[in-house]
Each structure stands twice: as structure tokens, then as C-alpha cells.
């Protein structure tokens, strides 16, 4: 199912990469994360080369919702109890920094992507979650962000009554794919050139390879097991989304706290409902003890908030949960001078990407250093990571043997764990390291390389 920005706009098309090519920097990946890399590397006047295994917005930046915010869910307390009053302030202003990058690359640009400056709000309907609501509230005003409080009063542009809320001014939403249309049409891209492997300062494809001086890979999830360990660092979340048509603008973009609760924002005359998510490849286990997830869920909330409404798109994206709920954003390894990262995204890409553009450009061209980066992929924020880390051992562990006697099984060609089947998404997918594949084994989604049966 196309996403509403796929549907709305056409990139130009590129051709595959074929022979050999020599370059300072090769680009993995043409997502929002490596357009704007490879954009801000040539701005400074370096050579760059964009290399992707499908077409330039095809992976998670053409599905996204595209909130470009400093708002991550409740994130800030958390971040102050677990990292420090410090790193959780760096975060936030790196986070609010990016915005006003957005801003003015567009207008400077003059880029048309429909971008709106509106609030962010963090919403509950529980009575429950209200302490934790305003936790997130101090949390976020001890570290600098005007965060305002709403309590007890409804916001009449939604359809339910909230219990309370937290908005941050001068937040954005834009059209990703408008966006990254401006930008790639100014950068050298190979579409249907997959990277197979990665040796020393050779990148290698199937009829193709380039030498580089710098190779950053911004695949959303590494491809290159060892070094980085990436693989062990974090897990993948697919989360689902409908546009209804003909719907009011909203003033504000909204994003639920609770269980089950939703993302809303407009687009236009659309209305967009994003829930219902899971981890990669839990979709029908957590079914099967009753849960109503993806498109069944979204359609739930569609009868019962916007019963006359129409679903016009519906679609699906998933990302990258780091263990300490930080991305990844700097050198790929100690060991490797040469190789960068942009990863673990959780669900906040659009100013994660520009984040890592910063970041990136800066260490390559300005020598910047790796210890003052608050995301940098050689941090040990152990202790904030440990649940998460034993929760994703067990997945591993259990994905590694399931299946392995009794009637053979689909197993992922990424490490070999046994697939599930997503009846929401015609899909099968990993839940140990998120790799999905469509219903005739094609890969869809990485870390896996490969298509189910394909020989290597
Ligand atoms: C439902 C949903 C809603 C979201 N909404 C928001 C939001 O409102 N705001 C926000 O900030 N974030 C949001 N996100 C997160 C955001 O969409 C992602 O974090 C972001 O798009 C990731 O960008 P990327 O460039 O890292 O990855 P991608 O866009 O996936 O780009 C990676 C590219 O690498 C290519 N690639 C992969 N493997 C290879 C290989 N071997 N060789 C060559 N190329 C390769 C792929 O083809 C792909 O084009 C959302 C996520 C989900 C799941």
C-alpha cells in the first residue's frame, strides 16, 4: 500500500551504478538521513555519491508522518533519570536546532513542501497517565523548552475529550518527499544499486563497486554485523498509518502517551491517524491474546471518532529502537576511521536526520571530534539500556531456535531466526532484528540483504 506522499509526488529516476568508480564519500542510503548528509558534505565542496538499493525515499522517510519536532513521546524525564540533567538538554536543544535547520534550508531553498510551523502536543485520555504527563512538562521546562500545560479541557479540534496535555511552540510538519526531491535533484544517486558488502574502503554491489575515502552508511538499519555490533543495540517497531479525506485542518499535531492511543496531524485536506504498532514480527502473537493492531485498529478508531469519513491511504513504516532510547550518530566503530553512522531513530527520523547531516559533515570536514557528541555510536549509557538489552537477548535467543525441529520454516537470510507472519502487512517479518519480506519472499525491509531462498 503507497503512503499519501509516495502517491503525491514523483522523483526523478536514476540509474543503477555499473563498473567502478573512485569518490571521496560514498553515501549508503537515500532516505532522509543520507539525502541530507550527502547535501551538507557537498554544500562544504566535497565529492559525494548517493548509492541506493531501491529509489531515493523508498524505505521509511516516503511512509513516515513527518513531525518535525523536538517532542519524542515521553522521553525527557525518562532521559534526565536515566543519562543526566546534561546529556537530556544537549538532546533537546540538538533536537529544537534541527527545526530551525529545516526552516531554514526550505526558505533559503525556496523549497515548496508544505512545511507549517504548528505546536506539539503530548496528549492522555487516562487519568492514569496525567503525573506522568506532567513529569514530561517539568522535565522538559528544567532543560529549557517552553513547554505549556493543558488540563481538563477539551481540545475541540479533536474527537475526544483529553485529560491533559503538553504542547511545545513552534514545532513543524512538512512533506518529507517534496522535501527530499529538492535536495537529491542537486546530488549525484544511483538507485537499484544495493551495497553487498563493505571491505576496507571498497564498497561493493552486484555489477558495481566504488572506492572511498569516507563510507557512511545510512541504510535506517546497518547492514555490516561486526564491528559496531548494531545488530545487539537495538530492536525495530512498526507502527501503521491512515489518511482520511476531506477532513478540517488541525492546528496543532497530536501524539498519545496511552496504550493504544493515536498520532494525529493533517496533511492538506487529509486527516493523518497513525497506532497500532508493534514489535517487528509480534504482530500475531500479540493478536492471538486478543489485541487489536495495525489497519484493524486504525479502522476501530476511524468508526468510532470519524464514522463518516473515508480512508483514502493506508500505510506502514517501521524504525530503529536504540536501548537507551539515543540514536546512533557519528563514527561506525573505534576501529574504523573512515565509516559512518546514522541509526536508531525511534521513531523521530525527520530531525534525527538532520541531526546526523550536522554531525557527519562536521567530523568529515571539520575534523570535528567524536567525544562531545552526545549520540555518538561509542557512548555507554549502560545502565538506561539494560531492560532493553535483556528483552532483546531473549527475542534473539528465541527467534535463533524456534522452529528448528518439527516442519522446516520461513528463517530470515539476515541471521537465521525463525519469521512470522504479519496478516496486516501481507508480510513476513524477523522479530529479532526487524528484517520484513513481502508475501513472495522479496525483501522489504533490512538489516537482511537478500530475498527468502536467494542464493548468496
Ligand atoms: C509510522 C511511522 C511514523 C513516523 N513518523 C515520524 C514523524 O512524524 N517524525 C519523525 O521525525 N520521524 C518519524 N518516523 C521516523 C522516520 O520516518 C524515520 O526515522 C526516517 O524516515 C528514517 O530515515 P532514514 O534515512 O534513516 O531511513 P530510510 O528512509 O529507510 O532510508 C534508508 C535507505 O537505505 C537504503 N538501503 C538499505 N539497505 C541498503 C543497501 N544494502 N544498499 C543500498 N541502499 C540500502 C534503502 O533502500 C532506503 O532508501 C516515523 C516512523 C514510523 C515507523
Known amino acids: 500500500m503507497k503512503s499519501i506522499w509516495k502517491s503525491e509526488v514523483e522523483l526523478s529516476k536514476r540509474s543503477e551504478l555499473k563498473g567502478s568508480l573512485q569518490v571521496e564519500n560514498v553515501v549508503i542510503g537515500a532516505g532522509m538521513a543520507g539525502v541530507l548528509i550527502a547535501w551538507f558534505l557537498q554544500k562544504q565542496g566535497r565529492e559525494v555519491v548517493v548509492v541506493d538499493a531501491d529509489e531515493i ?33 544537549l538532546y533537546a536543544l540538538a533536537n529544537e536546532n534541527a527545526i530551525h535547520m529545516f526552516e531554514k534550508i526550505i526558505k533559503e531553498e525556496k523549497i515548496e513542501c508544505h512545511f507549517e510551523k504548528k505546536p506539539a502536543y503530548l496528549y492522555t ?92 552508511f545510512a541504510t535506517h538499519y546497518p547492514i555490516t554485523n561486526i564491528p559496531g555490533f548494531y545488530f545487539l543495540r537495538q530492536h525495530q517497531e512498526r507502527s501503521y498509518v491512515v489518511a482520511l479525506s476531506n477532513q478540517k485542518s488541525l492546528n496543532g499535531m497530536y501524539y498519545s502517551i496511552d496504550e493504544g492511543g493515536l498520532s494525529l496531524r493533517s496533511a492538506g485536506d487529509y486527516l493523518l491517524l497513525g497506532g497500532g504498532g508493534h514489535r517487528t514480527g509480534k504482530c500475531i502473537c ?39 532510547d539515543v540514536p546512533f550518530i557519528g563514527r561506525y566503530s573505534l576501529f574504523q576511521k573512515n565509516r559512518y ?46 531492560k532493553n538489552l535483556l528483552i532483546d537477548m531473549w527475542e534473539s535467543v528465541s527467534g535463533l531456535t524456534k522452529g528448528l525441529v518439527g516442519p522446516s520454516q520461513k528463517r530470515c537470510t539476515h541471521l537465521g531466526c525463525k519469521l512470522d507472519w504479519n496478516p496486516e502487512e501481507s508480510s513476513w517479518e524477523c522479530s529479532c532484528h526487524g528484517s520484513s519480506y513481502h508475501k513472495n519472499g522479496g525483501l522489504k525491509d533490512n538489516p537482511a540483504k537478500y530475498n527468502l531462498k536467494q542464493k548468496r
Open 57 to 89: 525515499g523508498g524505505g521509511q522517510t516516503g511512509n513516515t508522518t513527518a513531525k518535525i519536532t523536538s517532542q519524542h513521546g515521553l522521553c525527557y524525564d525518562k532521559m534526565i533519570n536515566k543519562i543526566g540533567k546534561k546529556q537530556a538538554y
Open 125 to 216: 485520555v487516562t487519568d492514569d497517565n496525567v503525573a506522568k504527563l506532567r513529569k514530561e512538562m517539568n522535565a522538559a521546562r528544567m532543560i529549557g523548552i517552553d513547554a505549556v500545560w493543558i488540563e481538563g479541557e477539551r481540545i475541540s479540534e479533536l474527537p475526544f475529550k483529553i485529560k491533559a496535555a503538553v504542547g511545545f511552540p513552534n514545532q513543524a510538519q512538512f512533506h518529507p518527499l517534496e522535501f527530499l526531491k529538492h535536495l537529491s535533484n542537486q546530488l549525484v544517486v544511483y538507485e537499484h544499486t544495493k551495497v553487498l558488502s563493505v571491505k576496507n574502503k571498497t564498497v561493493y554491489m552486484e555489477n558495481a563497486q566504488i572506492k572511498a575515502c569516507n563510507i557512511i
Open 286 to 324: 500479540r493478536q492471538k491474546k486478543g489485541e487489536l493492531l495495525g489497519y484493524s485498529f486504525l479502522k476501530n478508531k476511524v468508526k468510532l471518532y470519524y464514522p463518516e469519513a473515508e480512508i483514502a491511504y493506508s500505510w506502514s513504516a517501521q524504525d530503529c529502537m536504540p536501548h537507551d
Open 341 to 386: 553512522v546514522a541509526t536508531g531513530f525511534k521513531k523521530w527520523g525527520m530531525t534525527s536526520s538532520m541531526i546526523a547531516a550536522e554531525i557527519i559533515s562536521n567530523q568529515i570536514c571539520k575534523n570535528r571530534c567524536e567525544k562531545n557528541n552526545i549520540f555518538s555510536p561509542q557512548r555507554l549509557y549502560f545502565c538506561a539500556g539494560i
